[in-house]
C-alpha cells in the first residue's frame, strides 16, 4: 500500500477527454484521513483503461425497467433489514453492495420461485427471504448451511428445499422439470436463478437455457485479468464493444495509468498481470478458468469473441449492479471506481449517504463489490 507521499500532487496527464473525480482517501492506520486526492475516471474507448461501458448488445435493445430513483428508494428500505442479518461478518462472502443488489431484483421481480447455486453460510437465503418471505427457495450447495453453524453464526431457511452436503447436486445435473412440479411452477419465466457458486459463467448461461430459465443473477462477475472463474465482464470485453479490448503495449497509455492506479487499488491490474503469453489479455492471461480456477484452460482470442456474440444472441437485458456509494463515502481501496459504474450515491453526497444510514454501517462491508450482473436471456430466435 502506498504511503502519503505517494498521494501528494497526484494526477494523469492524458491528451485525450477524461472525467476527473476529486475525493478524500482514508486509507485506515496507512493513510492520514485528510489526504486528497485526484483520480480519472476513463470512460471512453481509446483512453487509458479501456471499459466495456455499455457491455453486450441485447437482441432486442432493452434496459431495465427500474431506475436511479427506484435504486435510492430501495437502499433506503434495504439499510435497515441489513442491520438486522445474522451473519454480521460475512468473510468471504456478500457484502452490502450485492446483498443490496439481489434483495431489489428478488424484490423488482417477485418471482414464484428462487434458486441459489451456492449457499456458503446461508447470508445469500437470508437475503432472498427479506425480498420475498413466503417464495420457495432451491438451494444447491456442496456444504449444507447448518454445518456452519458449529463455528458461528449461519442461516438456514425452513421454506427452502435444500441439495446440500450429502444430497448436493450440481446446478447443471438437476431434474428442473421434476423440481417446478414439485413447487407447481408452469411459467419458469417466473423464477429468478441465483449463481454464487464460481463455476464458469458461459457454462452456467447455457445449462440455464436448457432448463428454461430467464432471470438469472451472478455474483461474482469478475473484471478482465481478475478472479477464479470466466464472468460476463470478461466476455463482454471486446474491441467491437465501445470501450473493449486492451493494449499489452507496455509504453502505452493503458500501461502507465493502470501502474499508477495499481498503487490505490488492491484489486487494480498492471499490464504484466493483464497480459499472458503471445500478449493474450482476455479472460485471465488468455485462460478460461472454472471451478475456484481449479480448470484453467485456454483460449484463443476467437474462441473468445465467438462466445460474446453467443451471448448477445439469447441476451434480452444486461445490467451491472452500480456500486452503492463512491469511495469517498464507503473508504473502500478493494476495487478500482475506474472500471465500475457510476455510484447510487456519487462521491461527494455525504448528507445523502448520511441520510440513506449508510454512515451507519462497517465500513468492510464495502469492500466485496464484483460487478454483479442481471440477466435477462431467451434462446435464440433462429
Known amino acids: 500500500m502506498a504511503d502519503s507521499r505517494h498521494w501528494a500532487n497526484y494526477r494523469y496527464h492524458l491528451v485525450c477527454n477524461y472525467q476527473l473525480t476529486r475525493f478524500s482517501l482514508h486509507l485506515g492506520l ?15 474507448p481509446g483512453i487509458g483503461l479501456r471499459i466495456p461501458w455499455r457491455s453486450l448488445v441485447s437482441k432486442h435493445g432493452k434496459d431495465v425497467e427500474w431506475t436511479s430513483k427506484d435504486l435510492l428508494k430501495g437502499l433506503e428500505e434495504f439499510v435497515p433489514i441489513y442491520e438486522t442479518r445474522p451473519i454480521k461478518n460475512n468473510m ?3 457484502g452490502f453492495d450485492h446483498s443490496f443488489g439481489l434483495w431489489f431484483i428478488a424484490r423488482w421481480l417477485q418471482p414464484d420461485l428462487m434458486i441459489e447455486s451456492g449457499a456458503f453460510k446461508g447470508h445469500s437465503t437470508w437475503v432472498l427471504r427479506q425480498a420475498m418471505p413466503d417464495t420457495p427457495i432451491v438451494s444447491l450447495s456442496p456444504r449444507h448451511p447448518e454445518k456452519y453453524l458449529k463455528k458461528g453464526p449461519a442461516y438456514v431457511d425452513g421454506n427452502c428445499t435444500y ?30 436463478v441465483f449463481f454464487d457458486d464460481h463455476q464458469n459463467e458461459l457454462k452456467r448461461l447455457k445449462e440455464a437455457l436448457k432448463a428454461g430459465f430467464k432471470h438469472l443473477v451472478f455474483e461474482d462477475n469478475y473484471d478482465t485479468g481478475t478472479g477464479d472463474h470466466y464472468s460476463f465482464r470478461q466476455i463482454c470485453d471486446q474491441f ?19 501502474h499508477r ?22 479472460g485471465v492471461r488468455g485462460h478460461m478458468r472454472d471451478d475456484f480456477n481449479h480448470s484453467n484452460k485456454v483460449i484463443t482470442y476467437g474462441q473468445h469473441f465467438q462466445n460474446s456474440r453467443f451471448v448477445e444472441s439469447v441476451l434480452d437485458v444486461y445490467w451491472e449492479l452500480p456500486p452503492v456509494a463512491g469511495p469517498s463515502l464507503t ?14 450515491v456519487e462521491d461527494g453526497r455525504y448528507g445523502l449517504f448520511r441520510r440513506l444510514g449508510l454512515s451507519q454501517l462497517d465500513l468492510s462491508v464495502f469492500n ?15
Not at 240 to 257: L, N, P, T, V
Not at 331 to 344: E, F, G, L, M, N
Request: proline share 3%; aromatic share 12%; hydrophobic share 30%.
Open 30 to 44: 496507512l493513510l492520514r484521513s485528510h489526504l486528497t486526492a485526484e483520480v480519472f475516471r476513463v470512460r471512453r
Open 92 to 94: 468471504y462472502g456478500m
Open 368 to 382: 466485496g463489490y464484483t460487478q454483479m450482473v442481471y440477466l435477462q436471456v431467451s434462446k435464440n430466435d433462429t
Open 163 to 192: 441439495f446440500a452436503g450429502k444430497d448436493f447436486m450440481d446446478f447443471g445435473s438437476m431434474d428442473w422439470g421434476k423440481v417446478m412440479r414439485k413447487h407447481g411452477i408452469k411459467d419458469r419465466s417466473r423464477v429468478l
Open 261 to 282: 492506479r495499481k498503487k490505490f487499488w488492491e484489486k487494480a491490474v498492471d499490464t504484466d498481470e493483464l497480459c499472458g503469453p503471445g500478449e493474450a489479455w482476455w
Open 331 to 344: 473508504h473502500q481501496t478493494r476495487y478500482d471506481p475506474a472500471r465500475t459504474s457510476i455510484p447510487i
Open 240 to 258: 467491437y464493444i465501445r470501450g473493449g479490448g486492451h493494449s499489452c503495449y507496455k509504453e502505452s497509455d493503458e500501461a502507465r495509468i493502470r
